[in-house]
């Protein structure tokens, strides 16, 4: 049997252990609520752009066409790379979440892509989820875009999306054979139409 020195000295330890147990419990949950702090503090304007971003652009994914060449191996009918531009209208935002005047906005893309106010002010103020503001755009202007935006720390509701725009680099040269495609690249008439599974597959 232990002695009272002993049992006393097994209390000491119990208890010590009991403290320490304690002191990692609170260190951890002091920890836990720093963290909390900071997620939701620190980094809540961040996380919530973020998720913001992922609720709201709506990706328009368009597949590049194939090539159609000739028998001696000249291009005639290419696909180039382009952009189209869309946004959600009510939900564009600048960096501090604050929401972008509509007659601003408007200004700002009717100029940069040469429209019409009116027209881009009706589309900017529309309660449908996304409306396309210029379609097949080069990337002089995209880039004027994306200045302006950076200017204006303007960070989330206006999307630029890859696209493709089909050209023909002879002209008319055999359009009746060729045919064409829609603004979705789409063909509609002539081998772009006759051929459209293969050529979507960029498979020429």
Same mark, same amino acid.
């Given at each position: 049997?232990?002695?009272?020195?002993?049992?006393?000295?097994?209390?000491?330890?119990?208890?010590?252990?009991? !403290?320490?147990?304690?002191?990692?419990?609170?260190?951890?949950?002091?920890?836990?609520?720093?963290?909390?702090? #900071?997620?939701?503090?620190?980094?809540?304007?961040?996380?919530?752009?973020?998720?913001?971003?992922?609720?709201?652009?709506?990706?328009?994914?368009?597949?590049?066409?194939?090539?159609?060449?000739?028998?001696?191996?000249?291009?005639?009918?290419?696909?180039?790379?382009?952009?189209?531009?869309?946004?959600?209208?009510?939900?564009?935002?600048?960096? !501090?979440?604050?929401?972008?005047?509509?007659?601003?906005?408007?200004?700002?893309?009717?100029?940069?892509?040469?429209?019409?106010?009116?027209?881009?002010?009706?589309?900017?103020?529309?309660?449908? !989820?996304?409306?396309?503001?210029?379609?097949?755009?080069?990337?002089?202007?995209i880039t004027k875009l994306k200045d302006w935006m950076n200017q204006n720390k303007i960070?989330?509701?206006?999307?630029?999306?890859?696209?493709?725009?089909?050209?023909?680099?002879?002209?008319?040269?055999?359009? !009746?054979?060729?045919?064409?495609?829609?603004?979705?690249?789409?063909?509609? #008439?002539?081998?772009?139409?006759?051929?459209?599974?293969?050529?979507?597959?960029?498979? #020429?």
């Amino acid at each position: 049997m232990k002695n009272n020195k002993e049992k006393k000295d097994d209390k000491k330890v119990r208890s010590k252990r009991l !403290s320490v147990t304690m002191v990692i419990v609170f260190l951890l949950l002091l920890l836990l609520i720093f963290r909390l702090f #900071w997620i939701e503090i620190v980094q809540g304007a961040e996380y919530k752009e973020i998720a913001y971003k992922q609720q709201t652009i709506n990706r328009i994914i368009s597949p590049k066409r194939g090539t159609i060449y000739d028998s001696t191996g000249l291009p005639l009918a290419i696909s180039s790379r382009v952009d189209t531009v869309a946004l959600n209208p009510g939900k564009v935002r600048y960096s !501090s979440d604050k929401k972008v005047d509509s007659d601003f906005l408007a200004k700002g893309l009717a100029e940069i892509f040469e429209l019409e106010y009116n027209d881009v002010l009706e589309k900017v103020n529309s309660e449908s !989820s996304v409306q396309t503001i210029a379609r097949k755009v080069g990337q002089d202007k995209i880039t004027k875009l994306k200045d302006w935006m950076n200017q204006n720390k303007i960070t989330a509701g206006i999307n630029i999306d890859e696209d493709y725009k089909r050209s023909y680099p002879y002209g008319n040269f055999a359009s !009746s054979i060729l045919g064409f495609c829609g603004t979705d690249n789409q063909g509609l #008439w002539g081998l772009e139409n006759s051929l459209d599974e293969m050529l979507s597959r960029n498979c #020429w």
